[in-house]
């Protein structure tokens, strides 16, 4: 869970959001503060996009939910210029909003680190995780229905796939990819004329809006494994990966290990073998066979019995814990890490703080309208 001066924070905008006095004051002072200088380009005048975008997230953070709905309220009076500009910018191909979002992380990290010091290494990690972005229009440029793991159905929409920085006290977004699911007939789970009726844009192959649709196309752990390497790129150290058990998977782990970096997420209860004493097991049959071994221990602070082995995933030596409830008929849990050192309370503890994540998508789902976009340009 996020910790408690974060959440006092939301508080307080909660708050703030239904005093309309005091946001709308607040709102305007910080709309009437941007300058919006004007570029010549060509025969064309345009306003400078660091001033729109800057915009964009102020509108957001008023609650507003579309552009023309800020047009006709009251901070649009105080706009030089009419919708077509603000549209202008959210449809743009060439704006690098992976590179604007990652400067923005790093900036807050650098704040937190010099003026509260709070930044540790040993719990720095990164999380990585989806979230359903459901959608009611079927005329959204690749629309299709995605698989929602909360409710169990197909549902209309698309998943954003996140890259999040834990440095032990915050949560910090670093990158985001949007995906689409092809499924088993390659249509989305639409019919032939529900396809037609997509919008569609053309792009120039060197624009960043044409490789962000080619990335839509993509599984989800090739990108997070990008984001990842982006990350690592630009700076933001970390000890441990914390993923769930739909992004485990034999590349996330190798890239974990020539990282030096600890991955700790769930097996999947699949078909997949562990090597264990010389034979071959799955995770379901390893817990039936380790359910009564010998080094099976009880912590009573979590109130757990729990087990760990090392196991050989192909190829890779790794450490997997099993963890059951005192309780009579609760089912065995597992928890694997390529750390070795790692012991199972704290392999636990550290898996645990994954929840942060999950916080921070109900917030931005909440407070910014994450995911509420009503144009039918991907890129918007």
């Known amino acids: 869970m996020l910790n408690q001066q974060s959440t006092d924070f939301f508080d307080d905008l909660k708050t703030l959001f239904k005093n309309s006095s005091g946001l709308t004051s607040l709102i305007f002072t910080q709309i009437q503060s941007i300058s919006f200088r004007r570029l010549k380009q060509d025969i064309q005048v345009v306003y400078h996009r660091q001033s729109i975008i800057r915009l964009l997230v102020l509108l957001k953070a008023a609650n507003i939910a579309c552009v023309h709905q800020s047009m006709v309220s009251d901070h649009g009076r105080l706009l030089p210029f009419c919708k077509d500009v603000l549209y202008k910018v959210k449809n743009s191909c060439t704006i690098n909003w992976r590179s604007i979002l990652m400067r923005q992380a790093y ?3 650098d704040r937190i680190e010099i003026e509260k010091n709070l930044h540790t ?27 929602s793991h909360v409710s169990g159905s197909y549902q209309l929409g698309i998943k954003s796939m996140n890259l999040a920085y834990w440095s032990g006290k915050h949560l910090l977004h670093l990158d985001f990819s ?34 962000r649709v080619c990335e839509a196309f993509d599984k989800k752990t090739q990108s997070a494994i990008r984001m990842m390497r982006r990350a690592i790129a630009k700076g933001f150290k970390v000890s441990y990966i914390r993923a769930d058990s739909w992004f485990f998977s034999v590349a996330l782990a190798r890239f974990a290990v020539s990282k ?56 890779i030596e790794m450490k997997l814990f099993f963890f059951k409830e005192k309780k009579s008929g609760t089912p065995w849990r597992a928890i694997i890490t390529t750390d070795k050192k790692l012991g199972a309370i704290q392999a636990y503890k550290i898996y645990q703080n994954r929840w942060s994540i999950e916080v921070s998508f109900k917030e931005l789902k909440q407070l910014m309208r994450y995911g509420k976009c009503q144009s039918t340009d991907f890129d918007a």
Not at 136 to 145: D, M, N, Q, S, W
Not at 192 to 209: H, I, P, S, Y
Not at 282 to 293: C, F, V
């Open 107 to 109: 900036t807050c990290m």
């Open 121 to 147: 290494s040993s719990e720095a990690c990164y999380i990585l995780d989806d979230t359903d972005l459901p959608k009611k229009g079927k005329a959204i440029e690749l629309i299709g229905r995605i698989y």
């Open 178 to 211: 949007l995906h689409i699911e092809l499924g088993k007939k390659q249509n989305q789970g639409l019919k032939k004329k529900e396809l037609a009726k997509r919008f569609v844009k053309l792009r120039d192959v060197t624009n960043l809006g044409y490789k």
């Open 260 to 315: 030096k970096i600890g991955l700790i997420t769930r097996p999947k209860f699949n078909n997949w073998k562990y090597e264990y004493n010389g034979g071959a097991y799955t995770i379901g049959q390893l817990s039936k066979r380790l359910r009564y071994d010998a080094n099976k221990k009880w912590n009573k602070a979590l109130r757990m019995h729990h087990v760990s082995v090392l196991v050989m995933f192909k190829g």
